[in-house]
Structures are given as structure tokens and as C-alpha cells.
Nanobody, 118 residues
Framework: QVQLVESGGGLVQAGGSLRLSCAAS????????MGWYRQAPGKQRELVAS???????KYADSVKGRFTISRDNAKNTVYLQMNSLKPEDTAVYYC????????????WGQGTQVTVSS
């Protein structure tokens, strides 16, 4: 069994910063890409950022230059440092990881709310 547990969401004023963390636990035999998605009310879930096991990252255009994704492979943890937050960043943020347990599968965290006030 594999679990992804997120932390770090909350309420922040525009221009502020938050750091999200997501730790994978359980019977893990390998982790490929890890990433963060978000879903705002009435909108589809979208990719925010992802990082490969080798550390290669990609970002949505809307967060480039403001958000930084990183991972600690020894801790099976991925982070999302969010700076210069805007009200339009308000959403539920979900952690995603491609993990080998009995096969390669995508796993999701429970989601953490990020609210940016203007």
C-alpha cells in the first residue's frame, strides 16, 4: 500500500509565500516523476510543476519564475516553494507521483487548500 501525505497549505496575502510538502510512504520500490497539480472551483485540474527522479523540472507558464519544485529522493518527498503568490493561485493543490509498488501506477495525495487573499 502506498500513501501520499501533503502539508503546508493555508491562507496567505497576495505577495506572500508558502511551501508545500508531500511525502510518499508504504511499500515503495521506486518513484519516477513527482509533481503538483491544482484545481480551482469550477475549473479542471491542471499541472503546476513536475520533477523527474533525476531532478529535471517543468512548470506551467502561469507559475514560472515564482514557484520552485524540488525533491528529496532519500525521503521520498517533493516540495513546492511558492513565492509572490497571487489570488489566482487559490486552489486545492494535489501531489502526484508515479510509484512502483506491484506495477507502475499514479498515486494522488488528499489535497491541501491554498488561499491567497488580495
Amino acid at each position: 500500500q502506498v500513501q501520499l501525505v501533503e502539508s503546508g497549505g493555508g491562507l496567505v496575502q497576495a505577495g506572500g509565500s508558502l511551501r508545500l510538502s508531500c511525502a510518499a510512504s508504504g511499500s515503495i520500490f521506486g518513484i519516477n516523476a513527482m509533481g503538483w497539480y491544482r484545481q480551482a472551483p469550477g475549473k479542471q485540474r491542471e499541472l503546476v510543476a513536475s520533477v523527474t527522479s533525476g531532478g529535471s523540472a517543468k512548470y506551467a507558464d502561469s507559475v514560472k519564475g515564482r514557484f520552485t519544485i524540488s525533491r528529496d529522493n532519500a525521503k521520498n518527498t517533493v516540495y513546492l516553494q511558492m513565492n509572490s503568490l497571487k489570488p489566482e493561485d487559490t486552489a486545492v493543490y494535489y501531489c502526484n507521483a508515479r510509484i512502483y509498488y506491484s506495477a507502475w501506477n499514479d498515486y494522488w495525495g488528499q489535497g491541501t487548500q491554498v488561499t491567497v487573499s488580495s
